[in-house]
């Protein structure tokens, strides 16, 4: 309880950092892979997710928030020395841009739920009526073969960190069936939450 409640403040301090996300940032990481289907080129990162969980708590749902804040005690194992990132990982600006980690199923599909309610509900935006989710597994990798065709031909990534799209040794990702696919930085299995396990968004429009 004393880490949680630490992790809270660490991320009240440094939330005021994250900037709302921009509609066309969203819009420009999406690859169409079927005539109404887009997968995201990246993981959802941390920066965002506490935009996610900073409305949540601005809007007085405190119950949501928590069970939506991630599990910051996953980080301590027996196989390495993760202490630092129990308490700055997923609030620290020198993580914003990574993955956001330590969360279920039911957490990433409240994110999506608020994700579409921000994207609809902008002004200017491209697509109409879109709902982002979870990707199914085929889905996921329909995406991961289309990303690895595209590095082939480029010589390089996608992504951050010259990976094309983050499908590969980096987090395994969540997909709507429940399962995890992908590899991940420890090569450990992909039940969740966990350190090793995030999720990319899929959408559907109309």
Not at 19 to 47: G, T
Not at 116 to 122: A, I, Q, S
Not at 170 to 198: F, H, I, Q, R, Y
Request: charged share 25%; proline share 4%.
């Amino acid at each position: 309880m004393r880490t949680f409640v630490l992790t809270v403040l660490v991320f009240a301090t440094f939330v005021v950092s994250a900037q709302n996300f921009k509609v066309k940032d969203i819009e420009k990481s999406l690859v169409k892979i079927s005539d109404n289907v887009y997968v995201s080129k990246y993981d959802v990162s941390n920066e965002i997710y506490m935009q996610f969980l900073s409305d949540l708590k601005n809007n007085g749902k405190t119950d949501l928030y928590a069970a939506c804040f991630p599990d910051t005690l996953k980080w301590r194992n027996k196989y390495a020395y993760n202490e630092p990132f129990v308490e700055l990982y997923h609030a620290h600006p020198a993580y914003f841009t990574y993955p956001v980690v330590n969360i279920d199923k039911k957490s990433a599909e409240e994110f999506c739920k608020w994700l579409t309610d921000k994207y609809n509900g902008t002004k200017k935006h491209k697509y109409q009526n879109i709902v982002f989710r979870l990707p199914t597994e085929t889905e996921w990798k329909t995406f991961a073969a289309k990303c690895k065709e595209v590095e082939k031909r480029i010589g390089e990534g996608l992504g951050p960190y010259n990976n094309a799209a983050m499908t590969i040794g980096n987090v395994s990702e969540m997909t709507s069936e429940g399962s995890a696919v992908g590899n991940n930085w420890a090569d450990k299995e992909t039940s969740t939450p966990a350190p090793w396990v995030g999720f990319r968004i899929a959408a559907t429009t109309k």
